[in-house]
């Protein structure tokens, strides 16, 4: 089929190889897990933490915060932790309350123009008087030693917020095939090297677990400067890095997500969330990203079926094979999983286009019980 388009068939024919031995080839190495942290459990059992107040924002969480309080009991001493109750109706503060050392803020009514997570972190922000904020998500369980790591890092390398990507439960098929991909297509959305560099053009953090200066966030106006924002950990970091402070990303096996996903109807609910806020509700990115995938992970099959074309197909599987391998290897999965990438990929332009369709349908996100309009 190639060969007979001529110049313009091999250029074609080219893009998928082009794109993946690329990928591996950048200075950047978006497909590195080279920027990760784990606990040090012999360094850190007795770390002293009275520098810093957790705010821990919770929604109808009594499944997962008290395993997350508990958690949080082992990292160290002298710690602060305040739970800003957003309007819960099940066990999270009768939960919570048990707990000491921990302060429950009675969160108020969600006002128009604000995000849930955003307005009961504004309100709990309030109460810190300490020099370092930790922001946690409530179905987060740092590890032994985590938060003492994290903290050690944060001062050696002199930096003004560091945040941890979580490591996502994996309990079915569709967890293991999709969950690992989002933490991948995040890295290649906001490669880590960069975000943790000096450039202004990209900033990310991960929004579960973040350790950041009290004095920056007031500077910066603290949530209300980002109130309305759906993603708002990026949000976060690109206006602290855009003040001229520091910022470093990176994963982590021991910030572990208590959420259980298991279904590919819950993954979908979860990605369309944000989906196609990522790409700024723009229709026409939409159909960029659409011919992107399609050339990146479609072609590349339509070319081994060609006597002619062959040997570029599987240059460009085996690149795209490769790069997903170190994502694989971290989390401490077969190597197999990567054949299905491909597969991924196809259910997350779906899941992308379902985020669009409840956009144009006047739901923006939908969360918690909560909806968000356009």
Known sequence: MFADLGTLGWVVASIPALMWVGLLLVPWRPWSTREHIEADLQAMPAADLGKITVLIPARNEAEVI???LAALRAQGVGLQVLVIDDQSNDATVQIATAYPNTRIINGQPLPDGWAGKLWALEQGMVHVRTPMTLLLDADIQLQPGLLGTLLAHKQREGLHLVSLMADL??????????????VYYFKLLYPFSLSNSSSRHVAAAAGGCVLVDTEVLRQIGAFASLRNALIDDCTLARQVKNAGYRIWLGLSCGVVSLRSYGTLRSIHDMVAR?????????????????VVFALAY???????????????????????????????R???????????????????LGMTWGSAIRYWGGVRSRWKGRTYGT
Do not use: C, E, I, K
């Open 66 to 68: 008290g395993t997350a």
């Open 169 to 182: 439960r994996r309990t079915s098929f569709w967890d293991r095939l999709l969950l690992p991909v989002f």
């Open 274 to 290: 944000s989906a196609f806020t990522q790409l700024g509700y723009s229709t026409l990115l939409l159909l960029a990203v659409t």
């Open 298 to 328: 479609g072609l590349p099959f339509a070319l081994l079926d060609s006597p002619h074309t062959w040997p570029l197909g599987v240059t460009a599987w085996s690149a795209m094979t490769l790069g997903y391998l170190p994502m694989l």
């Open 330 to 348: 971290y989390y401490r999965m077969s190597p197999l999983w990567a054949l299905l990438l491909p597969l991924s990929a196809t259910l997350y």
